[in-house]
């Protein structure tokens, strides 16, 4: 039975992005929005917010994770999909049960995300973004980015079953993707109205933007990177135990 979680999930997860690859137009809009916002971040305000380096150098990592967060939001929406079209009752008798279903649309989601993020970063790297890690900093970059992307797609899920609809479900997840802007994402932090100052500091994207800067531009990080790690840990465990609560309460 124990086997059988991760090949169910597995299975699911291809499912999950096969129905993707049929929804190509969501897709596509998560993804040219994070471009679109960063192209005009750097074109259209980069020329007038001072951040002691080439804009598009300062505002990749942020749209890397608002993209992620826009990936997220589909996740959400799917789990909704299926709590309310009655696929849930054919699973249950398949003897399939709510971890791996819950998994199969989370790992669904880390695909996607990663493969969005990646074209953003391509994107990045066409207008002027030059990174300067080392392979062993781009791949702690990338392990953070995978470490972050899992977090908030399990918190998409735990969305998805809060949410009695999937029109609920996308407006459920706005809050992923509104929590780039008060942090370090795109201004620093001490150009916001001081009252904001303690939220953007302590909120969790900005030791994950903080982090994946310092990594991705060789430059000291401190302790962001744990601090980051310990927020994605926290909202992982958080996520998944809440889901899977929510998961058992639907389906009594």
Same mark, same amino acid.
């Given at each position: 039975?124990?086997?059988?979680?991760?090949?169910?999930?597995?299975?699911?997860?291809?499912?999950?992005?096969?129905?993707?690859?049929? =929804? @190509?137009? %969501?897709?596509? #809009? &998560?993804?040219?929005?994070?471009?679109? *916002?960063? $192209?005009?971040?750097?074109?259209?305000?980069?020329?007038?917010?001072?951040?002691?380096?080439?804009?598009?150098?300062?505002?990749?990592?942020?749209?890397?994770?608002?993209?992620?967060?826009?990936?997220?939001?589909?996740?959400?929406?799917?789990?909704?999909?299926?709590?309310?079209?009655?696929?849930?009752?054919?699973?249950?008798?398949?003897?399939?049960?709510?971890?791996?279903?819950?998994?199969?649309?989370?790992?669904?989601?880390?695909?996607?995300?990663?493969?969005?993020?990646?074209?953003?970063?391509?994107?990045?790297?066409?207008?002027?973004? =030059? @990174?300067? %890690?080392?392979? #062993? &900093?781009?791949?702690?970059?990338?392990? *953070?980015? $995978?470490?972050?992307?899992?977090?908030?797609?399990?918190?998409?899920?735990?969305?998805?079953?809060?949410?009695?609809?999937?029109?609920?479900?996308?407006?459920?997840?706005?809050?992923?993707?509104?929590?780039?802007?008060?942090?370090?994402?795109?201004?620093?932090?001490?150009?916001?109205?001081?009252?904001?100052?303690?939220?953007?500091?302590?909120?969790?994207?900005?030791?994950?933007?903080?982090?994946?800067?310092?990594?991705?531009?060789?430059?000291?990080?401190?302790?962001?990177?744990?601090?980051?790690?310990?927020?994605?840990?926290?909202?992982?465990?958080?996520?998944?135990?809440?889901?899977?609560?929510?998961?058992?309460?639907?389906?009594?």
């Amino acid at each position: 039975m124990t086997a059988a979680v991760p090949v169910s999930a597995l299975a699911l997860a291809g499912r999950s992005l096969r129905i993707s690859s049929r =929804r @190509p137009d %969501a897709l596509i #809009a &998560a993804l040219m929005l994070s471009v679109m *916002l960063m $192209l005009i971040f750097v074109y259209f305000f980069g020329g007038a917010i001072d951040t002691g380096t080439e804009y598009v150098t300062y505002v990749v990592p942020g749209a890397m994770l608002l993209c992620a967060g826009f990936g997220a939001a589909s996740t959400a929406v799917s789990v909704a999909e299926d709590m309310t079209n009655g696929v849930i009752d054919r699973f249950r008798s398949l003897d399939i049960g709510g971890i791996p279903i819950l998994a199969g649309h989370v790992a669904a989601s880390v695909v996607r995300n990663l493969l969005s993020t990646t074209l953003v970063l391509a994107v990045a790297l066409a207008i002027g973004f =030059r @990174p300067q %890690a080392g392979p #062993a &900093a781009f791949l702690a970059a990338a392990g *953070l980015l $995978l470490t972050y992307i899992t977090a908030i797609s399990w918190l998409a899920a735990a969305l998805g079953l809060l949410a009695r609809t999937p029109e609920a479900a996308g407006g459920f997840t706005f809050l992923m993707m509104f929590l780039p802007y008060p942090s370090s994402a795109f201004v620093p932090i001490d150009t916001m109205p001081g009252w904001l100052h303690g939220f953007a500091d302590h909120q969790p994207l900005t030791p994950v933007i903080e982090s994946l800067r310092a990594l991705l531009l060789a430059q000291p990080a401190g302790d962001a990177p744990w601090v980051a790690l310990t927020w994605c840990a926290g909202i992982t465990a958080g996520a998944m135990a809440l889901s899977v609560a929510l998961f058992r309460g639907r389906t009594r």
